[in-house]
């Protein structure tokens, strides 16, 4: 079900001059330079976070060691470790040995994919822009061109993947990149001048949730154009902005839970504003909508 909600700014405020306009980015991942979030690790903790298998957790653990949810892997793979051992099962009655069918093996680049320069062609570079986009990656225009927008988005997902930051891709990484799974739901926040802003969520892909956020917005902004955040399967957002003296600012922020969103918004106001104590939390969403529950 898609939903949609939207606030309007408070009245006509007297403005002597623009004040501050700020965006913060914020998307998750892995500690480091990036901002960019990464909807893989997401999607993997979501499927791993309630097994009872420790082996489940160790894998998320192997593939993000300083995760987002690391330390919560750390503590639900201590808890399932003092988990008493299950009853050993009856033994059950022989039977013939049946024909073993062969069980595909995991893909593995072969070594003569590494190091091949894979982005020679305008095609696979708009390949390559159009998954990042739908990864949740800014490339900045869908050219088919290696921009430095697109090079920079590279290179944070390389950052995400552990791999080294080039800004360009070989044969194995395009691989890799190929086989991921894209999000399939996603949220999106808009706001512009004054608190005009908008969110909508339960959108099936980034560009359709990021056109309607904005589409909204752009009705409680007198038509202006609003900036967007977007964010995918169970990611939320939230927006901290103040208004006061003839001053503004909006910071957008993107986390795992609504509850970090919503600290992390708060903080960024804070932390910039000229009236730190006229900060709040504007609005709120989760991409699944989990933040109506």
Same mark, same amino acid.
């Given at each position: 079900?898609?939903?949609?909600?939207?606030?309007?700014?408070?009245?006509?405020?007297?403005?002597?001059?623009?004040?501050?306009?700020?965006?913060?980015?914020?998307?998750?991942?892995?500690?480091?330079?990036?901002?960019?979030?990464?909807?893989?690790?997401?999607?993997?903790?979501?499927? %791993?976070?309630?097994?009872?298998?420790?082996?489940?957790?160790?894998?998320?653990?192997?593939?993000?060691?300083?995760?987002?949810?690391?330390?919560?892997?750390?503590?639900?793979?201590?808890?399932?470790?003092?988990?008493?051992?299950?009853?050993?099962?009856?033994?059950?009655?022989?039977?013939?040995?049946?024909?073993?069918?062969?069980?595909?093996?995991?893909?593995?680049?072969?070594?003569?994919?590494?190091?091949?320069?894979?982005?020679?062609?305008?095609?696979?570079?708009?390949?390559?822009?159009?998954?990042?986009?739908?990864?949740?990656?800014?490339?900045?225009?869908?050219?088919?061109?290696?921009?430095?927008?697109?090079?920079?988005?590279?290179?944070?997902?390389?950052?995400?993947?552990?791999?080294?930051?080039?800004?360009?891709?070989?044969?194995?990484?395009?691989?890799?990149?190929?086989?991921?799974?894209?999000?399939?739901?996603?949220?999106?926040?808009?706001?512009?001048?004054?608190?005009?802003?908008?969110? %909508?969520?339960?959108?099936?892909?980034?560009?359709?949730?990021?056109?309607?956020?904005?589409?909204?917005?752009?009705?409680?902004?007198?038509?202006?154009?609003?900036?967007?955040?977007?964010?995918?399967?169970?990611?939320?957002?939230?927006?901290?902005?103040?208004?006061?003296?003839?001053?503004?600012?909006?910071?957008?922020?993107?986390?795992?839970?609504?509850?970090?969103?919503?600290? %992390?918004?708060?903080?960024?106001?804070?932390?910039?504003?000229?009236?730190?104590?006229?900060?709040?939390?504007?609005?709120?969403?989760?991409?699944?909508?989990?933040?109506?529950?």
């Amino acid at each position: 079900m898609r939903g949609r909600r939207a606030w309007r700014g408070a009245g006509p405020v007297a403005v002597t001059r623009f004040g501050v306009f700020c965006l913060a980015l914020a998307l998750l991942a892995v500690p480091g330079p990036t901002n960019a979030q990464d909807p893989t690790e997401v999607a993997f903790w979501s499927m %791993v976070k309630e097994s009872r298998k420790a082996a489940d957790i160790k894998a998320y653990l192997e593939a993000y060691p300083r995760g987002t949810y690391a330390e919560a892997a750390r503590q639900r793979l201590s808890e399932l470790e003092r988990l008493p051992a299950p009853p050993p099962r009856p033994p059950q009655p022989q039977r013939s040995p049946e024909p073993a069918s062969p069980t595909p093996a995991p893909y593995s680049p072969p070594p003569s994919a590494v190091g091949v320069p894979a982005l020679t062609d305008a095609q696979v570079i708009r390949e390559v822009q159009e998954r990042l986009y739908n990864l949740n990656y800014d490339v900045g225009s869908i050219n088919g061109r290696l921009t430095e927008e697109t090079r920079t988005a590279i290179r944070q997902w390389q950052n995400n993947m552990q791999r080294p930051q080039k800004g360009d891709m070989d044969l194995e990484e395009l691989t890799v990149l190929r086989n991921i799974r894209l999000p399939a739901i996603w949220g999106a926040i808009a706001f512009g001048d004054r608190g005009a802003s908008a969110v %909508v969520w339960n959108r099936g892909s980034r560009q359709d949730a990021v056109a309607a956020a904005r589409t909204d917005c752009r009705g409680r902004n007198k038509g202006a154009e609003c900036k967007a955040l977007s964010a995918a399967e169970t990611a939320c957002g939230a927006l901290g902005f103040y208004m006061a003296g003839g001053s503004w600012g909006a910071y957008a922020i993107v986390r795992p839970t609504l509850g970090q969103a919503t600290a %992390v918004a708060l903080e960024q106001c804070r932390q910039q504003a000229r009236r730190p104590d006229a900060c709040g939390v504007r609005i709120t969403f989760c991409a699944d909508g989990s933040h109506q529950q």
